[in-house]
């Protein structure tokens, strides 16, 4: 098969926004982020771990509810003790150390890692479709000058999460 033809159409796809009923949330910048994981506590809420400690993020608006600058040497890298509304919980890691997050919802939205010019990597949004036969998915990032960590949704499908080596950007929408 001559993948020429999909790499071209990856490639000139132009960066859109996610479309209704998805919304997102300005970026976060952030230096050294290396890892995030969705916790429960009512709500969608995200651990983010970066070289100065750990970090919840409320995902309805973004906005931190809880920050530990105390370094972080965990004994399992993919899995990481909560802070904040998290504590006490046990919070499934995705990103510099592996693991991921969930890349489809239960209302047929799927997320796609593709890199027609690797190293530069982007991810796609679809629904109800494969971006690789269909029409109906949105180019939605493009990571060039910092690593992808980890991209995905939270259990309740309302979130998506891509994380960067120096941001995370967060799409919402209602349940």
Known sequence: MDWTPLRRRFREAPLRP?????RPLPPIKMGGLTDVG???????LLLVSSSTGLG????VNGERVA????????????????IGPLAGVAVTMAGLWGGGLLTTTGDGWAVHLVAPDWPVESVL??????????????????????????FGFSPTGTTLAIASSCDLRLFTRDG
């Open 18 to 22: 996610p479309p209704a009923p998805w």
């Open 38 to 44: 969705f916790g429960s506590a009512g709500r969608d």
């Open 56 to 59: 919840v993020f409320d995902c």
């Open 67 to 82: 920050r530990d600058y105390e370094e972080i040497h965990p004994d399992d890298p993919l899995v990481r003790e909560g």
């Open 125 to 150: 949004l679809s629904k109800d479709d494969e971006p690789y036969r269909g029409e109906r998915w949105w180019h939605i990032h493009r990571e060039e000058g910092c690593e992808l960590r980890a």
